[in-house]
């Protein structure tokens, strides 16, 4: 018995120490190959991709922006697990735990190698870790089998645990070591603080901040509280200097662009609201900034998409695909490959150096960040992304409005009630409160600088003692109401009113 259990116990040093080993040494060749063939992030972005959306939607709702690190956490928890049992039926015979590492890291370099924009060098850290993993354990092994008199056991076994401690830590180090490296290769904080944006040829209007209630949503939403959703466990480093941006597919002839001749084109600066599919009625996957970019109708004009073309589908450094109708780029509305986010140059984790903003659409269908091609093509060809994981190949932005204060209990008499309510690039022409399922009650609008933009509203109430039930609906600038009628946010965005309770003493 005692023996089983030792076994079991040296088992799992042996191999966690084998496996941290591979792991840190695959870290270590991927400062040769490129971060994104690293097999721990691999077989993490490839979780990402095939779970299902309601697992998705779960893991952002529970773990909120910490859904990733979770996630490559878990992924190296699992790794390790399993590597232990490796450890445990190693010592159970020589060579029994290969199996094992041969099985992990076959599956390391098949999620690496199918990785959007993977070479063949993406397999190159997974069979390094092969070769160190699988040789560790069969030498950690052959160490952890001593037997003997009891005086040289005890030598053996600090022996053996020396080895396995420092193994550890090597791995730890090399994982570390490859961090640094990586990230210091691709330095993308002085490119970014080099960028000098030009001054637009047509600037945003100015907006007058700080009217509206106390404590409402303000116009322009601060960058720390602007949502942020995409797929990237993280976010791609690509220097400006190295961006390149190219429009292939139906057109008649390819275009190639570069950061600097992107910033010599005439730059536009707009006030536009994102939104995200995902968000729910009430919700705050919405939020407001100045950018600065260039027209995409020019630049896509200037490559020539041929008749009967009818969606464009950008790519982004990392792979994501986003399909967006042609006709939307060309409209004449302020789509645009943007450079700027409120006076600045992107933020890495918004696209840096640029990302498409299109008023009026969902952002999973318009809001490509890294974008680096642009393929001039048509629904009935191709599909992207999401579309491929059933949400809607079509999502102009549903009619949507909120309350955001009061937020808490209140006392009776006059209550500024305020929200904002988004109909971008069709505009919200009236905003109206109810009392208790009572009569509308028209609210009051801030003034906006275009239709593309979210729309402050202020209401003042008579608020009386007890619980009261607020609520709120918008009307676009087409004259029609948003519907009554709760949907969820799948497949092409949420409906319903959003209401509120709130208790006044
Ligand atoms: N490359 C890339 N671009 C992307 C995404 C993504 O996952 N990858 N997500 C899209 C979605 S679903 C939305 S709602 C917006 C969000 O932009 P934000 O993170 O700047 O708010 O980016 C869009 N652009
Ligand atoms: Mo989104």
């Known amino acids: 018995m005692a023996g089983r259990r030792r076994r079991a116990g040296l088992g799992t040093l042996v191999g966690i120490a084998a496996g941290a080993a591979g792991v840190g040494a695959a870290q270590l060749v991927t400062v040769l190959t490129g ?15 095939s779970v299902p959306l309601g697992v998705k939607d779960w893991a952002v709702r529970t773990l909120g922006t910490d859904d990733k690190p979770v996630l490559v956490v878990s992924v190296l928890v699992v790794v390790l697990l399993l590597a232990a049992l490796g450890g445990i039926r190693e010592l159970g015979h020589r060579r029994g735990g290969l199996p094992v590492v041969v099985v992990l890291c076959l599956a390391a370099a098949l999620a690496a190698i199918n990785r959007p924009g993977a070479g063949a060098g993406a397999v190159l850290p997974s069979l390094v870790a092969l070769v160190v993993s699988g040789w560790l354990l069969v030498v950690l092994g052959d160490r952890a089998r001593w037997s003997g008199t009891a005086e040289a056991e005890s030598a053996d076994r600090r022996r053996f645990l020396a080895l396995s401690g420092s193994t ?7 994982a570390g070591v490859a961090r640094v490296a990586t990230l210091s290769r691709v330095d993308v904080t002085s490119s970014r603080d080099a960028v000098r944006l030009p001054a637009p ?24 509280d602007f ?36 910033l010599h084109r005439p730059m536009i600066e707009r006030w536009v609201t994102l939104a995200c599919v995902s968000n729910e009625v009430g919700g705050d996957l919405v939020g407001n900034a100045r950018w600065l970019g260039a027209p995409l109708a020019d630049i896509l004009r200037s490559a020539g998409p041929h008749e009967g073309a009818d969606m464009v589908l950008s790519r982004s450094h990392d792979g994501m695909t986003i399909g967006t109708p042609l006709a939307a780029l060309l409209d004449g509305r302020d789509a645009m490959l943007a450079v700027g986010m409120d006076g600045a140059p992107l933020p890495v984790e918004r696209g840096f150096p640029v990302r498409m903003v299109v008023p009026g659409l969902y952002g999973y269908v318009s809001a490509t960040k890294w974008v680096v091609e642009l393929e001039v093509t048509r629904f009935s060809r191709a599909t992207a992304y999401w579309s491929d994981r059933g949400w809607a190949e079509q999502a102009p932005v549903k009619t949507a409005s909120r309350i955001d204060v009061p937020r808490d209990d209140v006392r009776a008499g006059r209550v500024a009630v305020g929200g904002v309510a988004w109909a971008q690039h069709r505009g919200v022409s009236k905003v109206e409160v109810r009392v208790d399922g009572g009569a509308w009650q028209q609210a009051e609008l801030l003034p906006v600088p275009s ?3 979210w729309r402050q509203w202020t209401w ?18 087409t004259g029609v109401t948003q519907t009554s009628r709760p949907a969820d946010p799948a497949p092409d965005g949420a409906t319903g009113w959003h209401s509120r309770q709130v208790h006044v003493h």
Request: charged fraction near 20%; aromatic fraction near 6%; charge should be negative.
């Open 227 to 262: 949502y942020r959703v995409d797929t990237a466990l993280f976010a791609p480093r690509i220097r400006a200097e190295d961006w390149k941006l190219r429009i292939t597919g139906e057109v008649d002839h390819e275009v190639t662009l570069t950061f600097a001749e992107l």
């Open 168 to 174: 550890v830590l090597a791995a730890a180090a090399g």
């Open 451 to 453: 239709v593309d933009t």
């Open 201 to 224: 040829v047509s600037p945003a209007a100015s907006v007058s901040t700080g009217r509206g209630v106390a404590g409402a949503t303000p116009f322009q939403t601060p960058l720390g």
């Open 460 to 477: 003042e109430w008579d608020a009386t003692s007890g619980s009261h039930v607020l609520e709120v609906r918008a009307t676009d600038g």
């Open 35 to 49: 971060p994104s063939s690293s097999p721990v992030l691999s077989v993490a972005s490839t979780v990402v991709d």
